[in-house]
């Protein structure tokens, strides 16, 4: 893992500061209580100036709200036992014929996506269109 150059100086000043707190501790306590005591006030006052920034003044751009779906669009089904939808279908069965047994179990559901602009049409005897993703399907012819 590389760190940024903000990291490095991070650590080098504190790095600098234990060494500087370490050797004044040996040569007068007194001394290096006061120095711990300025060096915690004053990373404590940074790091508060710290968080009001990342909180209130950042400079990011705001997020794009979600687009609005372009309208209804057109949906139809022509034909004796033709289905169409919108969005995705999980099975369908025209002609009277029995569903096929799932190969898999069924997914979890998810928000059905927009149509298309040009619509969904079935047309014909026993057709199915889906706007969406079809799971499984039986003509029945």
Known sequence: MTLKPWAWAGIGVCGAGVATLVGFAFVDLGTADQIA??????????????AVVAQ?????????????????????????????????????STGGAPLPAPVSPPPSPT???????????ASGTG??????DIGTASTGT
Request: proline content about 15%; glycine content about 24%.
């Open 37 to 50: 005591s300025v060096a915690g006030g004053s990373v404590g006052l940074f790091g508060f100036v710290l």
């Open 56 to 92: 209130f003044g950042g400079s990011s751009a705001p997020p794009t709200p979600p687009t609005a779906p372009a309208g209804p669009s057109q949906v139809t089904a022509s034909g004796a036992g033709a289905i169409a939808a919108g969005g995705s279908i999980g099975a369908a």
């Open 111 to 121: 928000p059905a996506p927009a149509p298309p602009a040009g619509g969904v049409t």
């Open 127 to 132: 057709s199915i269109a889906a706007g969406g």
